[in-house]
């Protein structure tokens, strides 16, 4: 779904700035010969895919399980019926980690188009309007970024209580300066370039300026960063779960949660704590591959 | 010079005040007050009242907030509600070990990536460089806390090198004059502490270092990538200097500034505690204990800590801004 959205950023770029457009048009050309940017767009592929086809993929239930094969100094591994084994209670572990991958893509997706949304918001009239705006904005996010991300992410998750809901929200809340800032840093370098006032001599109105040609022409870095961000997004998502902050709901699968149960058990089911954070790791990989990827294709400084 | 810091230094006075407000209203707004912890859920509303009185908790807020900023203005934290004592006595006890922890971290991602990112530019778009750089991804992408299994799993239950909890063994008992358990056992003397407490950093030092190595590594190769192309190492190289000479005294020294800036960064990053390590490893440091607070709604420490917290990561960044005048003397020049 992320390819798709940063994909529809893309096209909405496109349809409202022609400068812009051909610089994305020629990025996404770029990309696609790129090794790194392949195999980063085809591990979210298959991210996304097993997320969405959950039900169809998983070959149990992933919150059913048979304990009696469970006793606490052997917990049955992979095997030909259960390819990656049994969790504690018995469950197909395969299976959860299936389902797990519906979490992980709902909190990364809603909680960045959220934070996103606001924090462009924030950066837009920042940026657009300058002066006492500017000012009152900034000192704002200045306060929220003086608290490291993740310990303000537990903040917002721990008032809210435990729960995906809270989950998104904190993580949406810590990305809204990140995005703010940027996006208002973004403009303020477009505003002084040649084309702006070029347009300005015409005449043409200030508001149809920054959302017509400076919003556009900025929204580069901020399709970098939402990438990133959807990486950082899935391991806090993790972190919150290992916390104990995550779904209420301790049978619904979640890769960090799943790793956390695990915690005592690291002498006899090793491979309990293995699977999931092989899975945090790869679906995070494939993000940070793309994402590096489209860096290097939108900054022509970086071109080689 | 010292007018941008001090401009800088008063720029930090709303931003706290801010701040101080944000965390007092958050802990008050938490689920659950202090009396639920601390007297559990059969408590009577007469022990519940007794415990909100002896608190504070009963009057109104602005006035609370007024106790609360005139207690830190001179310093005093208060104590905790779960332990009874004094917050900052346990912040002198807790930062330490996040600063050991930190600076393992610190040296661990410099000593590997400095010379890994060299090691890369110099052989650019060769294999090492492009296994340094999906090594640097999968570094950013591992979370730290199955990293921290893994480290644990492998070189504490398997092979039984290192041990996996705490910052020395039990039964060893010295005098901690610094609260740096390595420096400790020096001033003690005491060889074998010494190694003991290395020993116990390193694990959680490599699980915390790795997110610092991967940027360093990154960081370090895009520079001196960048320094390479320029007019004075052609120079440099063209009036026949050694190899060495060339990158030491032309190409590292000026790559080292975007290093430096990332490594203060990460540096406040790292003390502001990490709490995921932290757990992981059992180590008694802020991270840890500020996430105990969290659902001990031990107030007095939440509002203490988490702005001693913010104070050290925001004079850590404050710290890289001024070092930059220092580093790079064209910076300084500007500046006049």
């Known amino acids: 779904m992320?390819?798709?959205?940063?994909?529809s950023v893309l096209l909405l770029a496109e349809h409202t700035g022609e400068e812009g457009g051909s610089r994305l048009k020629l990025a996404f050309r770029q990309l696609r010969r790129n090794p790194v940017a392949v195999i980063g767009a085809a591990l979210i592929l298959l991210f996304v895919a097993v997320a969405i086809l959950a039900p169809l993929l998983a070959p149990y239930s992933p919150t059913h399980g048979d304990l009696s094969n469970i006793t606490v100094s052997h917990v049955p591994g992979p095997s030909s019926k259960h390819w990656l084994g049994l969790d504690l209670?018995?469950?197909?572990?395969?299976?959860?980690?299936?389902?797990?991958?519906?979490?992980?893509?709902?909190?990364?997706?809603?909680?960045?188009?959220?934070?996103?949304?606001?924090?462009?918001?924030?950066?837009?009239?920042?940026?657009?309007?300058?002066?006492?705006?500017?000012?009152?904005i900034m000192r704002l996010m200045d306060i929220?970024?003086?608290?490291?991300?993740?310990?303000?992410?537990?903040?917002?998750?721990a008032l809210l209580g435990p729960s995906l809901r809270s989950v998104m929200t904190a993580i949406a809340v810590v990305n809204v300066p990140v995005f703010a800032r940027l996006l208002r840093a973004s403009m303020l370098g477009q505003r002084e370039s040649d084309y702006v006032l070029a347009a300005r001599s015409l005449g043409v109105k200030r508001r149809k300026i920054i959302i017509g040609h400076v919003l556009p022409n900025s929204l580069a870095p901020v399709i970098v960063q939402g990438t990133l961000a959807l990486a950082t997004a899935i391991i806090d998502a993790a972190g919150l779960a290992f916390l104990g902050l995550g779904s209420a709901d301790p049978s619904v699968p979640e890769w960090g949660r799943m790793l956390t149960d695990t915690q005592q058990y690291l002498r006899t089911a090793p491979q309990l704590a293995l699977f999931p954070g092989a899975a945090i790791l790869l679906s995070v990989l494939g993000f940070n591959l793309l994402g590096d990827a489209l860096r290097e294709a939108l900054d022509p400084k970086l071109r080689r | 010079m010292l007018k941008f810091v001090v401009r800088r230094l008063l720029l930090l006075v709303p931003i706290l005040?801010?701040?101080?407000?944000?965390?007092?209203?958050?802990?008050?707004?938490?689920?659950?007050?202090?009396?639920?912890?601390?007297?559990?859920e059969r408590a009577t509303p007469e022990r519940i009242a007794a415990v909100r009185h002896e608190y504070g908790l009963d009057k109104p807020v602005y006035q609370q907030y007024v106790t609360?900023?005139?207690?830190?203005?001179?310093?005093?934290?208060?104590?905790?509600?779960?332990?009874?004592?004094?917050?900052?006595?346990?912040?002198?006890v807790k930062f330490p070990a996040t600063i050991e922890l930190a600076l393992a971290a610190?040296?661990?991602?410099?000593?590997?990536?400095?010379?890994?990112?060299?090691?890369?530019?110099?052989?650019?778009?060769t294999w090492a460089d492009s296994s340094t750089i999906v090594g640097s991804l999968l570094?950013?992408?591992?979370?730290?806390?199955?990293?921290?299994?893994?480290?644990?799993?492998?070189?504490?239950?398997?092979?039984?090198?290192?041990?996996?909890?705490?910052r020395l063994d039990p039964t060893i008992d010295i005098p901690h004059p610094t609260g740096f358990y390595v420096l400790d056992a020096i001033i003690a003397g005491d060889w074998h502490t010494f190694v003991d407490a290395l020993r116990h950093l390193?694990?959680?030092?490599?699980?915390?270092?790795?997110?610092?190595?991967?940027?360093?590594?990154?960081?370090?190769?895009?520079a001196v990538l960048e320094v390479s192309n320029e007019d004075y190492v052609r120079t440099a190289e063209a009036k026949g200097l050694r190899r060495r000479t060339v990158d030491e005294r032309h190409i590292l020294r000026n790559a080292m500034l975007p290093v430096a800036t990332v490594v203060g960064l990460q540096t406040g990053l790292l003390l502001s505690g990490a709490v995921l390590t932290e757990i992981v490893f059992a180590w008694p440091g802020m991270g840890s204990w500020l996430y105990d607070a969290t659902f001990n709604r031990d107030f007095p420490v939440l509002e203490g800590g988490i702005l001693f917290l913010a104070v050290v990561f925001v004079m850590v960044n404050l710290l890289v801004d001024v070092s930059y005048g220092v580093l790079d003397p064209r910076i300084r020049l500007q500046g006049k």
């Not at chain 1, 992320?2 to 994909?7: D, G, I, L, N, Y």
């Not at chain 1, 572990?93 to 709902?106: Q, V």
């Not at chain 2, 030092?205 to 360093?216: D, S, W, Y």
């Open chain 1, 89 to 136: 209670q018995g469950r197909d572990e395969l299976s959860r980690i299936i389902y797990g991958a519906r979490a992980s893509l709902l909190i990364g997706v809603v909680s960045l188009t959220l934070g996103a949304t606001l924090g462009m918001l924030l950066g837009a009239l920042a940026g657009g309007f300058g002066g006492w705006v500017d000012s009152i």
């Open chain 2, 202 to 222: 390193i694990l959680p030092g490599i699980a915390l270092g790795t997110i610092p190595l991967a940027i360093v590594t990154r960081i370090t190769r895009a």
């Open chain 2, 68 to 92: 609360y900023v005139g207690h830190v203005v001179t310093g005093d934290f208060g104590q905790s509600i779960k332990t009874t004592r004094p917050v900052l006595g346990d912040i002198k």
């Open chain 2, 106 to 125: 610190l040296i661990f991602a410099l000593v590997l990536g400095i010379p890994l990112g060299f090691i890369a530019a110099r052989r650019y778009q």
């Open chain 2, 139 to 166: 570094g950013i992408s591992i979370p730290v806390f199955f990293l921290a299994y893994l480290l644990k799993y492998v070189f504490a239950v398997k092979l039984h090198w290192l041990p996996s909890t705490g």
């Open chain 1, 2 to 7: 992320s390819v798709a959205e940063s994909e």
């Open chain 2, 17 to 40: 005040v801010g701040l101080s407000i944000l965390v007092f209203a958050w802990v008050r707004a938490l689920p659950g007050g202090p009396e639920a912890a601390l007297l559990g």
């Open chain 1, 144 to 157: 929220m970024l003086a608290v490291p991300g993740l310990l303000f992410a537990i903040a917002v998750a």
